[in-house]
Nanobody, 126 residues
């Protein structure tokens, strides 16, 4: 089965940077979407960044544009989320998700994704 596993979450101070990694394993075929989601305490889970490997066009939530970068390394079967200039409101559990089949909806439409990781915690505090 296809699985994804996140890593890299830490507790950091505002303005610092982190890079999250998502290792993909199992059988899968292009094209498919991959994305990062996050859920902060008391809030709904939201899309952070998405990527369609067949096109390699990134998508971002307005709240992270200019600060976060999504990328992939096919040779390593890994999806990355580079997070710069972290803010208090970036504190959340970050989830990697993969869509192994084509589907409808925008990149941030959560039902598109049939494979989810367990999450990695990012905490931004002074």
């Amino acid at each position: 089965q296809v699985r994804v596993q996140e890593s890299g979450g830490e507790s950091v101070q505002p303005g610092k940077s982190l890079r999250l990694s998502c290792l993909v394993s199992g059988f899968t075929y292009n094209p498919y979407y991959m994305a990062w989601f996050r859920q902060a305490p008391g809030k709904e889970r939201e899309g952070v960044a998405g990527l369609y490997p067949g096109i390699d066009t990134p998508y971002y939530a307005d709240s992270v544009k200019g600060r976060f970068t999504i990328s992939r390394d096919n040779a390593k079967n890994t999806l990355y989320l580079q997070m710069n200039n972290l803010k208090f409101e970036d504190t959340a559990m970050y989830y990697c998700a993969a869509a192994t089949r084509p589907g409808d909806g925008a990149w941030s439409f959560q039902p598109k994704y049939d494979v989810w990781g367990q999450g990695t915690q990012v905490t931004v505090s002074t």
